[in-house]
T-cell receptor, first 110, second 116 residues
Framework: SQQGEEDPQALSIQEGENATMNCSYK?????LQWYRQNSGRGLVHLIL?????REKHSGRLRVTLDTSKKSSSLLITASRAADTASYFC??????????FGAGTTVTVRA | DAGVIQSPRHEVTEMGQEVTLRCKPI?????LFWYRQTMMRGLELLIY????????DSGMPEDRFSAKMPNASFSTLKIQPSEPRDSAVYFC??????????????FGDGTRLSIL
């Protein structure tokens, strides 16, 4: 069963705009990871945030984690056409397994 | 560095046939994972290995599915006999040994399986 749920399911934005997507989960976690999947390809790891961290940055990506609300957000700033992809959150349940959400499909229009 | 390599990329076969999917993990990675992705169910973990030993196969849907890892550089996922509902994209991923929680997983580009 999926632990994380992303919101929204789909997002369409203009190039240069910011894209924000959210992930909610149900149980305590050790860390939460975000992945990107381009059409026809495998998932690519973007960023990992540990349960004792609140915010993390990597290039144009900003991830927040609120363990009290069991939620995380991924912000992509100054979006580009190449950011068009599906984005998944994955929760580490502490048993070396990851539970992936259903994903947010992001379309960046030129 | 070579990433996770899966073969074949596409497989189309008839119901009842045996299907074998192959995976070469990244050298030095201790963990190997097999996932299945469908529109209806999303990404599901089927089985994972640590140092070639199966640790958790609770996600394997039926006895028709089996997975092996004979050595650190090769794993197979076999479906026998195959059924149309097995049609999906199957991914292999590998990671280093977790320390403080999980390490990132590195995915192959998947095998798109169609059972007619």
């Amino acid at each position: 069963s999926q632990q994380g749920e992303e919101d929204p399911q789909a997002l369409s934005i203009q190039e240069g705009e910011n894209a924000t997507m959210n992930c909610s989960y149900k149980t305590s976690i050790n860390n939460l990871q975000w992945y990107r999947q381009n059409s026809g390809r495998g998932l690519v790891h973007l960023i990992l945030i540990r349960s004792n961290e609140r915010e993390k940055h990597s290039g144009r990506l900003r991830v927040t984690l609120d363990t009290s609300k069991k939620s995380s957000s991924l912000l992509i700033t100054a979006s580009r056409a190449a950011d068009t992809a599906s984005y998944f959150c994955a929760t580490d349940l502490g048993d070396y397994k990851l539970s992936f959400g259903a994903g947010t499909t992001v379309t960046v229009r030129a | 560095d070579a990433g996770v390599i899966q073969s074949p990329r596409h497989e189309v076969t008839e119901m009842g046939q045996e299907v074998t999917l192959r995976c070469k993990p990244i050298s030095g990675h201790d963990y190997l994972f097999w996932y299945r992705q469908t529109m209806m169910r999303g990404l599901e973990l089927l089985i994972y290995f640590n140092n070639n030993v199966p640790i958790d196969d609770s996600g394997m849907p039926e006895d028709r599915f089996s997975a092996k890892m004979p050595n650190a550089s090769f794993s197979t996922l076999k479906i026998q006999p195959s059924e149309p509902r097995d049609s999906a994209v199957y991914f292999c991923a590998s990671s280093l040994r977790p320390r403080e929680g999980n390490q990132p997983q590195h995915f192959g580009d998947g095998t798109r399986l169609s059972i007619l």
